[in-house]
């Protein structure tokens, strides 16, 4: 069936670049995203990649998808503190459907 | 400017009661979910609907129930028979296809007292 998995944790260095990643199981998704949740707040869309793509650039945030090992990972460039938030990877495994399957988030925390 | 809310943001409630959170979207999103997030843990889905008056049972849809009469809300009724509601509620909007993404509200914090 469909599954979405990551990592729980995460701690980095504030200034070094963190690294995300998430690993998903059906190879007929389309469109695969990240989202981040801030503490008490909804989640906020923060980039998706259409699976024709291997990367994907939008400022500090890189996305790379490797449809081969099913595996996507998130790269933010220059940690800050107010990068800590829990991360999601999420892939919409059927769009007739318009359901998205989320993993279980990866808490990012970052140490001075 | 175009957006979902949910309200309220802090909901307590005695035990043995219902209780409704409400989400209304004015993005013109044909499709409408309900999300529960216990803590440390990932999404769980309750209820989705995609057109007014038609909505499907997610994951975890014993203890609730949901109406979709306007295509602007999808209000979600927390029952007397879900044994452990104290938790987040997160609703979400979306086109048809969902291919951009969902747009998700601020959450309901749901409390048994």
């Known amino acids: 069936g469909e599954d979405v998995e990551q990592s729980l944790f995460l701690s980095v260095r504030e200034g070094d670049s963190s690294v995300i990643n998430c690993t998903y199981t059906?190879?007929?998704?389309?469109?695969l995203y990240w989202y981040k949740q801030e503490p008490g707040a909804g989640l906020q869309l923060l980039t998706y990649?259409?699976?024709?793509?291997d990367m994907k650039q939008d400022q500090r945030l890189t996305v790379l998808l490797n449809k081969k090992d099913k595996h996507l990972s998130l790269r933010i460039a220059d940690t800050q503190t107010g990068d800590s938030a829990i991360y999601f990877c999420a892939e919409n495994a059927d769009s007739s459907a318009s359901k998205i399957i989320f993993g279980s988030g990866t808490r990012l925390s970052i140490r001075p | 400017d175009g957006g979902i809310t949910q309200s309220p943001k802090y909901l307590f409630r005695k035990e043995g009661q219902n209780v409704t959170l409400s989400c209304e979207q004015n993005l013109n999103h044909d499709a409408m979910y309900w999300y529960r997030q216990d803590p440390g843990q990932g999404l769980r889905l309750i209820y989705y609907s995609q057109i007014v008056n038609d909505f499907q049972k997610g994951d975890i849809a014993e203890g609730y129930s949901v109406s979709r009469e306007k295509k602007e809300s999808f209000p979600l009724t927390v029952t007397s028979a879900q044994k452990n509601p104290t938790a987040f509620y997160l609703c979400?909007?979306?086109?048809?296809?969902?291919?951009?993404?969902?747009?998700f509200g601020s959450g309901t914090r749901l409390t048994v007292v």
């Open positions: 979400a909007s979306s086109v048809r296809t969902a291919n951009y993404g969902y747009t």
């Open positions: 059906d190879s007929s998704s389309t469109y």
């Open positions: 990649i259409f699976s024709n793509m």
